[in-house]
């Protein structure tokens, strides 16, 4: 349900009534009741939705047959002021998750699709963890991960996320070059049915100049990086000259680009698909998307945040839910 003070449970309360979503799966909302309650008002008892616990999820036959809420009773709807940053907010948006994980691992449900989250509450919460993407990585004890943005317009992944600008070139190294070109190869295979080709970006001006910016991280790191990735049959190009590349002519010729660091890829994404977008963690043991924006303070719980984005996570889950299992069909997100 993502930080109870932001738009993520309207728009998860959407989500539980959508004919889209429920020709995807069966939605399984972890979060609130009472929070709920009090954003859906008459709603949310006409509807008539069944209510468990978390514990009561394992009870279940799988997968469930009927849309869920999972009443994680993490915080008092009371205490919820829409629109504030709040500590016990934080809290109870890293309990969510910890119950989606735990009930994904089990096999509960197929995948997990996270509502939007707020970093400051996250960290008032005294949660060390800067962003999901983390999260996730720890939660699930993942030996490799990392964030892809996918849309029918541009696919990027990240080598590097939640870092400063000069922290990068140290966090760059062949082996998570190359981690990242085979996660975003790997997932772009189950998404597209057919072997991928990815690009992968230099990280300074054109791409370097053969040594003439930088310290020379392209031959580093980026281009035997590249070769590795190659040399498992992999259909990889790099490093590729950043400004460049984003082009239509240009990105058009990649199913995916790898970027190393966040605005690299960030940036270009949301001036394409800002509204469409969907963040993926791969390298994780479960399914894990999410939307591709904020908790929205300033229009939350009022009633007019576009679920659009929640709708393209939950979709992109259950497709890579059927890929990962080899079209077998999925189960709810």
């Known amino acids: 349900m993502g930080d109870p003070a932001g738009i993520g449970p309207e728009i998860c309360w959407q989500a539980l009534h959508s004919a889209r979503v429920k020709r995807a799966c069966v939605p399984v909302l972890f ?12 709603a949310f008892n006409a509807a008539g939705l069944r209510v468990i616990t978390p514990a009561g999820l394992g009870t279940l036959v799988h997968p469930p047959a009927e849309p869920l809420i999972v009443d994680c009773s993490a915080i008092a709807a009371e205490r919820v002021q829409p629109g504030k940053v709040a500590a016990a907010c934080g809290r109870a948006a890293y309990q969510y998750i910890e119950h989606a994980i735990q009930a994904a691992l089990a096999g509960h449900i197929a995948g997990v699709v996270t509502a939007p989250i707020h ?6 919460s005294g949660v060390q963890h800067p962003g999901h993407t983390e999260i996730f990585t720890a939660l699930t004890g993942a030996a490799r991960s990392c964030m892809m943005l996918y849309s029918d317009k541009i696919t990027v992944s990240m080598v590097t996320t939640h870092i400063g600008y000069g922290a990068v070139p ?22 597209r049915g057919r072997a991928p080709h990815i690009g992968v970006c230099g990280l300074n001006p054109h791409a370097g100049e053969h ?62 698909a ?43 889950a259950a497709d890579l839910v059927k890929g990962r299992q080899g079209g077998k069909g999925g189960g709810p997100a």
């Open 274 to 316: 800002f509204d469409t977008g969907v963040n993926i963690t791969l390298g994780l043991p479960i399914i894990r998307t999410s939307v591709d924006h904020g908790t929205a303070f300033d229009i939350a719980w009022q009633g007019v945040a576009d679920p659009g984005s929640l709708y393209s996570a939950i979709q992109v």
């Open 119 to 124: 970093k400051e509450s996250l960290n008032r």
């Open 31 to 42: 979060g609130d009741a009472g929070v709920l309650r009090r954003v859906a008002g008459p």
């Open 170 to 191: 140290g966090k760059l190294s062949v082996q998570r070059v190359q981690n990242v070109i085979e996660l975003t190869a790997e997932a772009m295979r189950w998404l």
């Open 211 to 272: 040594g003439l910016f930088g310290q020379r991280e392209e031959e580093k790191f980026v281009r035997p990086a590249v070769l590795r990735a190659q040399k498992k049959h992999l259909q990889v190009t790099g490093p590729l000259v950043p400004d460049a590349v984003f082009t239509t002519h240009q990105r058009k010729k990649y199913d995916a680009i790898v970027t190393l660091y966040h605005d690299q890829g960030h940036i270009p994404f949301k001036m394409l």
